[in-house]
T-cell receptor, first 114, second 114 residues
Framework: EPEVTQTPSHQVTQMGQEVILRCVPI?????FYWYRQILGQKVEFLVS????????KSEIFDDQFSVERPDGSNFTLKIRSTKLEDSAMYFC????????????FGPGTRLTVL | QQQVKQSPQSLIVQKGGISIINCAYE??????FPWYQQFPGKGPALLIA?????SEKKEGRFTISFNKSAKQFSLHIMDSQPGDSATYFC?????????????FGSGTRLSIRP
């Protein structure tokens, strides 16, 4: 069964450093998302991406964040200058040809900012 | 705006018992009422969903009950098993709005005692 994959599974970085989280969505999907989950809290929407541009972003997704689909398979989330409060689990998700299609989530990348 | 209240925050049920998790919403424009299941270290996954034209949907041991007038829906897990131990999130939304993002409830941590 096709699945969303994410790398790395765990990323440790120093405050102020840049990190790139990588995702490979399901191959025929057209909508891509990033969510985050701070330990013990609910999953929060960050950004949605369609047709090579951001379609919606939350208040959390400030100028420190950016997303990119550099080729036909990868979808990345970049945090330019990490803060302690960026420590969280980051989930990538993808869905098919319509925005209302089921979103499939990857296993997540745990980001720890020291 | 899209306030969603999920209860209880945590739940312990004996194996074989019935687990019941509730979700209350305010937005009458919502037309899609899903429950997501998340195991530790994994991303959320769609478990079961209902549309407002029916009051109940059953899939195996999982049942959604929907009360449109009360703006509530609940998840029932019959014959609960240790493998059902997970965090459950409701995420009601207007599926055909331009916003395809998922807004998750606060989550219910379910533990099934053997």
């Amino acid at each position: 069964e096709p699945e969303v994959t994410q790398t790395p599974s765990h990323q440790v970085t120093q405050m102020g450093q840049e990190v790139i989280l990588r995702c490979v969505p399901i191959s025929n999907h057209l909508y891509f998302y990033w969510y985050r989950q701070i330990l013990g809290q609910k999953v929060e929407f960050l950004v949605s991406f369609y047709n090579n541009e951001i379609s919606e972003k939350s208040e959390i997704f400030d100028d420190q964040f950016s997303v990119e689909r550099p080729d036909g398979s990868n979808f990345t989330l970049k945090i330019r200058s990490t803060k302690l409060e960026d420590s969280a689990m980051y989930f990538c998700a993808s869905s098919g040809g319509l925005p209302e299609d089921t979103q499939y989530f990857g296993p997540g990348t745990r980001l720890t900012v020291l | 705006q899209q306030q969603v209240k999920q209860s209880p925050q945590s739940l312990i049920v004996q194996k074989g018992g019935i687990s019941i998790i509730n979700c209350a919403y305010e937005n009458t424009a919502f037309d899609y009422f899903p429950w997501y299941q998340q195991f530790p270290g994994k991303g959320p996954a769609l478990l079961i969903a209902i549309r407002p034209d029916v009051s109940e949907k059953k899939e195996g041991r999982f049942t959604i009950s929907f009360n449109k007038s009360a703006k509530q829906f609940s998840l029932h897990i019959m014959d609960s098993q240790p493998g059902d131990s997970a965090t459950y999130f409701c995420a009601p939304r207007s599926q055909y709005s331009s916003a395809s993002k998922i807004i998750f409830g606060s989550g219910t941590r379910l533990s099934i005692r053997p």
